[in-house]
């Protein structure tokens, strides 16, 4: 479904010295149906390798394939969630939901009839006319899962969807969006900087490094689905929430102790 072969990607520097080399030799593959996430230090390129998969941005090194095709730019088989919400504030939100299908041309009564499917599936009935002003944070976030699913993509890039919400509202959401997930094993590609969460919702964990940013390791977490509260305080879950951890530190300390 998503193939990188030693991605690599570099920004010029402005005053003509050596190139910033922001990704090097990233392999990695993830399978039709698979939830994976990356997690790693800060800078370590986790949106960059986002955006390149969504083909917002060029790479320069290496081959990536999005469903057996070279990536050259976004695709319909790709829906991106952002942090931000980036919802429009002069639209309801089921204008904000249909919006995606108005720019492709669906015809109003098919693209309404979408947007108020997707809307229940986020459970959001009964908000259809409110505007993102009189949505707390998690509904704004749900209006922006919806969005991207009424366009039905094969793959889900979510960048930090949950990082802006507060600790109850992040779980609540983590298991909506697993019960979504669940009933369309969408392809998705999640960038998020906890742990717990990044364990709570995978099939696999890719961990990344700085200096440049590059595949440390890819950790499978074997954790009986569905996934439930009770997950959360299963031994293995702390187990494996713990290993990640201890791998993070250890890249953090070590690159500190570089830069000393």
Known sequence: MIEAVGVGKLYPASDGSEAFRALVGVNL???DGEFVSLIGPSGCGKTTLLKI????LPYE???LRVMGRPVTGPGPERAVVFQNFALLPWLTVLDNVQFGLQLRGVERDQRVEVARRNVATVGLQGFEQAYPRQLSGGMQQRVGLARALAVDPQILLMDEPFGSLDAQTRNLLQADLLRVWDASRKTV??????????VFLSDRVVLMATGPGRVSEVIDIDLPRPRTDSTRTSPRFVELTSYVWDRLRGMILGAAETDA
């Open 61 to 63: 090194e290496g081959e």
């Open 29 to 31: 593959a993830i399978r």
């Open 189 to 198: 590609l999640f960038v998020t900087h906890a742990m717990d969460e990044a």
């Open 53 to 56: 998969v969504d083909g917002l």
